[in-house]
């Protein structure tokens, strides 16, 4: 199945570091969307993005759509024991449809 | 407002089987999308339906179907079921196909293992 090149993998940091990941496409996307997903839960929106260019924060979550469409990141700052989870990035190509292409995910670690 | 409400959470099957998921959606939501999540592919699409239509498909074989009813309450089918079929099986609710993909909300999940 499809999938977006998302990196890094994981992440192994301590608590107060900013991180930073991203996501790319060989497609052009309409929207890009940011979630956090907890063991046993399903996936929680963290940002949407509409436009090519628009930067977006969220409390110490800051995310970009890329000019070209094809990519976004996002960045945490200050990062706390909480921010430990997988993120995924994903994609929406417009039209009459809310299907989504996933990244393939980065776990994130916080270490106290 | 209560959020998506998937049924059951956890389900055991053996090979061969059937089984049938369940998803309410948001009050007021009529838009309902289906979501397979494994290690190895990640979270791949299923299919999404709005107004008991099935509005898109995923690239998965015909033993995975679906309904909506006219409350928008869905469910999916598995058939004859593969060990392979072992995954997370998310629900997404939203008012609407192609409007707010952002507001579109996910549900806690089914939990399927197939021995």
């Known amino acids: 199945g499809q999938q977006l090149n998302q990196s890094p993998q994981s992440m192994f940091i301590q608590e107060g570091e900013d991180v930073s990941m991203n996501c790319t496409s060989s497609?052009?996307?309409?929207?890009w969307l940011w979630y956090k997903q907890d063991p046993g839960e399903g996936p929680v929106l963290l940002i949407a993005l509409y436009k090519a260019g628009e930067l977006t924060s969220n409390g110490r979550l800051t995310a970009q759509f890329g000019i070209t469409r094809k990519d976004s990141f996002l960045n945490i700052s200050a990062s706390i024991p909480s921010d430990v989870g997988i993120y995924f990035c994903a994609g929406n190509y417009g039209g009459a449809t809310n299907k989504l292409i996933f990244g393939t995910g980065t776990l994130l670690a916080v270490q106290p | 407002k209560a959020g998506v409400t998937q049924t059951p959470r956890y389900l055991i099957k053996t090979r061969g089987q059937q089984v049938t998921l369940s998803c309410s959606p948001i009050?007021?939501?009529?838009?309902v999308s289906w979501y397979q999540q494994t290690p190895g592919q990640g979270l791949q699409f299923l299919f999404e339906y709005f107004s008991e239509t099935q509005r898109n498909k995923g690239n998965f074989p015909g033993r995975f179907s679906g309904r909506q009813f006219s409350n928008s309450r869905s469910e999916m089918n598995v058939s004859t079921l593969e060990l392979g079929d072992s995954a997370l099986y998310l629900c997404?609710?939203?008012?609407?196909?192609?409007?707010?993909?952002?507001?579109?909300?996910f549900g806690p999940g089914t939990r399927l293992t197939v021995l």
């Open positions: 497609s052009i996307f309409n929207t």
């Open positions: 997404a609710s939203s008012f609407q196909p192609g409007q707010g993909v952002g507001e579109q909300f």
């Open positions: 009050s007021g939501h009529r838009s």
